[in-house]
């Protein structure tokens, strides 16, 4: 099959699915136009007669917009938003005596028939790879159409259709967490559909009509919950809408969802105005409204506190010129993803504080305090949901040292050499080189650079041992460690694998893996070691015997050149070059495992590597966190929330998973290994 062939296949496979889409709206207009014309002919009332021409009216100038002035957007846009009301009005304006109708019946047949369509069509659409997923939280289509509803709810009481109108942006707060994949979407939806068809249209005392609610409700839902699992956009893509918010749109928003949390509580305490066992109510009441009100006093401090965060990151990335790609890699650096996931239980006690509470207050008559907790629900649910995915996507802290010695003198023999001038500014020029190439991997990978140090004369064993024990002592803005510690070093070394220092000193692997020890203590961090030096393999074989500590070692292997003459024998440097072009640049033709490499490349990781998470929070950093962001009446709060987050109810299947991973890391070790850190150790 050729080339023409295959791509006019796929226009005719996709010509075949938008066919669906078209009949199904096709359905839909057949079935309004129906319905009202059945409503008219029970009631004449003229009201309805005129709104049933003016749909004709609006559907035959959005044909001549489509047709005659390609005027697409505009086109749709009036369809959608009269569709939109149609079925409002088509759900509001029922009564008991359109269920014998015969019309009224096939208007019911149609709605179904398009509500089939339209998943059929969205299903296809997305099995065959036709869909096309961009970072949204509402189409335009599905905005308009929420919006006609809502205009459509008019027709009501001014209390009842304020109750609808909040009902809709409940609908719409539901699909945007369903479409951002919250984790508590589902449930969410859930809870909406039960709540909504068992108690809510019951509590605004009209007859509607279920096929019409049924249609408007699942033609809206049907996307975002196939987006649920077939949408491929990372975290970051799905919530760049609001990540790329400015912090004064983000921050009035927040003024927004505490004008909602307010509202929702007072309509809770309406409850106490009707009581029979008050002295029972009261006391329980008040309980649970001042743990709900200390939990949204967190839940409000810590948005704040991750928009201060989020516009650190913004600036930084703006500043850059970075794309937005790399806003993730800037949230990481800055140390986002430790913020989220403490955020992440204590906005989920802020859930079960508003749950308690409205199960406390529970006014199954009162329809403007079901919907209010409706919308409350699945706006704490998104937050929830956006700490929780931020936290376990983001990659770690990561801080960076370096060390280049570049000498003037070789000992094959133990015994120093000078070597010739011409050289010592090759190997000077090399060193320059190398320098630039880590500098260059610390700014792609946003790690934190502690120094590079650059000595002609060489380092003695107090200077580099006091320069690499503060290093190891740091620690990130908000107080805890750094995930990951990297150490590069250039320079001469024994055949052993020690470092050569001035004055004859020498750096043993053990000496650093010590002060580790010592500075890291029982701390999840780990500590990865980048040589590029003649004799590396040794300390990458003896990493592999040390236990319960996180240490990499990345080492190269020289080719050895019979030829004195041949010029492009490897040279120090080399390794580093090629390492960091390949970690840097995703485009790189750099293959590790070609047979005949002149430089190889080795590593060698600790027997318990495997069981390496990125640090969570321990209870210092959570008792740091509170007292940088929190109140003293808080504490109570805070504590129980990350308690209860802490617990491992799955700690044999943990055991058992860890076990195997041990197994296979160091029994079949990968040929490239991910660090999570956006950077891989590599052999040859």
Not at 7 to 35: D, K, P
Not at 439 to 445: L, T
Not at 459 to 475: G, P
Request: proline share 3%; aromatic share 12%; net charge neutral.
């Amino acid at each position: 099959m050729t080339r023409l062939e295959e791509v006019n296949g796929e226009v005719s496979m996709w010509s075949s699915i938008r066919w669906l889409g078209y009949l199904s709206s096709l359905n839909l207009l057949v079935a309004l136009c129906l319905g009202l014309y059945a409503r008219w002919e029970k009631t004449t009332e003229s009201t309805i007669l005129v709104i049933l021409v003016l749909a004709l009216f609006v559907l035959g100038i959005a044909i001549i917009l489509y047709y005659y002035f390609s005027m697409e957007k505009v086109s749709l846009s009036l369809l959608h938003l009269w569709f939109g009301f149609l079925l409002g009005l088509l759900c509001f304006l029922s009564s008991s005596s359109l269920q014998s109708d015969v019309k009224e019946q096939a208007a019911n047949y149609l709605l179904l028939a398009s509500v089939a369509l339209r998943t059929l069509w969205a299903l296809l659409e997305r099995l065959l790879g036709c869909a096309r997923y961009r970072p949204a939280f509402l189409t335009s289509a599905e905005r308009l159409e929420l919006a006609g509803f809502a205009t459509a709810s008019t027709v009501l009481l001014f209390q009842k259709s304020l109750s609808v109108m909040v009902l809709v942006v409940a609908l719409a707060t539901l699909m945007v967490a369903l479409r951002m994949k919250a984790l508590l979407g589902l449930p969410n939806l859930i809870c909406f559909a039960v709540i909504t068809a068992v108690l809510f249209f019951r509590s605004l005392n009209i007859s509607t009509n279920p096929y019409a609610l049924a249609c408007f409700f699942s033609q809206l839902i049907c996307d975002p919950l196939l987006d649920v699992y077939f949408s491929g956009l990372s975290v970051t893509e799905r919530w760049q809408p609001f990540l790329l918010w400015r912090g004064l749109w983000r921050r009035l928003s927040l003024l927004s969802l505490m004008l909602v949390e307010v509202t929702f509580i007072i309509l809770a305490a309406q409850k106490l105005t009707n009581l029979e066992q008050w002295y029972l109510m009261i006391p329980g009441f008040v309980v649970c409204t001042l743990f709900w009100a200390i939990c949204h006093m967190v839940f409000v401090i810590t948005v704040w506190g991750f928009h201060t965060k989020l516009s650190d990151c913004q600036r930084l990335c703006w500043s850059q010129g970075s794309e937005v790609s790399n806003l993730n890699k800037i949230m990481a650096s800055k140390g986002m993803r430790h913020f989220c996931l403490i955020s992440d239980r204590l906005v989920f006690f802020t859930l079960l504080s508003t749950v308690i509470v409205a199960a406390l207050s529970w006014q199954a008559s009162s329809s403007i305090f079901i919907s209010m907790f409706l919308l409350v629900l699945p706006l704490e649910s998104l937050f929830h949901g956006l700490f929780h995915e931020l936290g376990n996507c983001l990659g770690g802290t990561c801080v960076g040292y370096a060390v280049v010695i570049p000498t003037n003198y070789c000992s094959p023999d133990g015994q120093p050499m000078l070597l010739p001038p011409a050289q010592v500014q090759e190997l000077n020029k090399r060193s320059t080189g190398m320098l630039n190439s880590v500098q260059r991997f610390f700014a792609h990978h946003l790690i934190e650079n502690f120094g590079c140090d650059y000595s002609t004369s060489g380092v003695t064993l107090e200077a580099l041992q006091a320069k690499i024990k503060s290093f190891l002592e740091l620690h990130t803005a908000d107080g805890p460690r750094h995930d990951t510690y990297i150490i590069f070093y250039s320079g001469h070394t024994h055949r052993s694998g020690e470092w050569a220092l001035a004055g004859g000193d020498t750096l043993r692997l053990r000496q650093i893996l010590d002060w580790w020890q010592e500075k890291n203590g029982s701390l999840c961090s780990r500590l990865i070691l980048v040589l590029d030096c003649d004799n590396s393999l040794p300390w990458v074989k003896e990493v592999r015997k040390v236990e319960r500590l996180y240490v990499a070692v990345q080492g190269a292997e020289l080719a050895r050149m019979t030829d004195v003459e041949l010029r492009d024998s490897p040279q120090l440097g080399d390794f580093i070059s090629q390492w960091v072009e390949y970690n840097c640049n995703s485009n790189s033709d750099i293959q590790w495992s070609e047979r005949g490499r002149a430089v190889s490349a080795a590593y060698g990781i600790s027997k318990h590597w495997s069981d390496y998470t990125l640090h969570l929070p321990s209870g210092n950093d959570v008792t740091n966190h509170w007292r940088m962001y929190f109140p003293r009446m808080t504490y109570p709060v805070v504590q129980l929330a990350l308690w209860c987050g802490s617990l491992n109810l799955l700690w044999l299947c943990s055991i058992c998973l860890r076990c195997l991973k041990r197994v296979k890391l160091n029994w079949f070790p990968p040929a490239i290994l991910d660090t999570g850190q956006g950077f891989k150790l590599v052999r040859s």
